[in-house]
């Protein structure tokens, strides 16, 4: 018998969330998205034990945190002809590098790049809150020495990790995605590669299945 879909709670609209869409999306997993009211407090449900969205089901397992339940996707429902996007089957270097490249994401570009995206369009959008120019212009600069040392890292290599799609880009996806839709979106053009890298990405057939879900206008 075919064994019921994977399912995600949360909102496709949601950075964590579309993380882990993206990565049933490359490997062709099928899933079931079950809408969480955040009104109600429907997140402090047993399934995530900080109330923090997504939380994710296969069978009787229950796991939080995205990126952790993005991996065990990626590693359980991998395909043969699929791609190895936690770069494990190239040996310990390939995955090292993977994995030091989504390590970067998390340290460095998501604290850089992530106010400007709740100074723009989160915070205003749920809150009817101000932009909080200080913030954004920290940010800002911030990100401008992320990019750069980007910029340097895909002169090199046509992915972050290697010459290979791998977890690490797939990763800088959801809150890239947003950013671009503030008012600061030109700034990656003072990073041509760094812009050609996001283009490839956006390009993917996965991307824009779950792009057709996020919004881009607030």
Known sequence: KMSSPVKVFGHATSTNVARVLLCLEEVGAEYELVPVDFLAGEHNTPEHPFGKIPAFQDGDLVLFESRA????????????????????NGGAEEAA??????????????????????????????????????????????????????????????????????????????FTF???????AALLDEYPRVKAWWEDLMARPSVKRVCANMPTKF
């Open 69 to 88: 339940i993005a991996r065990y996707i990626l590693r359980k429902y991998r395909t043969p002809g699929s791609p190895d996007l936690l770069g494990e």
């Open 97 to 174: 590098m993977v994995d030091v490249w989504t390590e970067v994401e998390a340290q460095q570009y998501h604290p850089a790049i992530s106010p400007v995206v709740f100074e723009c369009i989160i915070f205003p959008v749920m809150r009817g809150a101000k932009t909080d120019q200080k913030v954004v212009d920290e940010s800002l600069e911030r990100l401008r020495l992320v990019l750069g040392t980007y910029e340097e890292r895909l002169s090199k290599s046509r992915y972050l990790a290697g010459d290979s799609f791998s977890f690490a880009d797939l990763n800088h996806f959801p």
């Open 178 to 184: 947003y950013f671009m839709a503030t008012p600061y």
